[in-house]
């Protein structure tokens, strides 16, 4: 488990901007938790993984990171959520982003995620609000 955490991190410490999120020790944590699902997409040593919390008919994205854009790994990994999600029959998607990341808004508006609130100052390093933004997939009464 901890090789997959370190994978991970490594890809997360590439693709952000401001460093991982996460530590090692947190994808770990994570990791153990019954709700916790990962996502992980691997090409000619070319890595992106998605990682998200289901509960219930709801699945927030955690984290979502590919070591080089371009490559079709975001859309990838999101086309196969939107599969999973479909078959579970989850009502809804959730996540937030950082306000100044206009690209990975756009690619989840590409989706269908319209933005729903801000989490004032929730990023910090640098401090920055976050968009909360949701799909709704299914209807919860199905």
Known sequence: MDELAEKIWAISQAAYTYDAPWSVEQFA???QLAHSHYFIEETAG???FLGFHQV???IEITNIATQIKGQGFGQQLMNRLLEYAKAQ????IFLEVRA???EARLF???FGFLEIGRRKNYYQHPQEDAVLMSLKVGKANE
């Open 89 to 92: 029959q989850i009502a809804s």
């Open 46 to 48: 070319k890595a992106a």
């Open 29 to 31: 944590s994570d990791m």
């Open 108 to 110: 989840y508006k590409k």
């Open 100 to 102: 100044s990341n206009q």
């Open 56 to 58: 219930c008919d709801e």
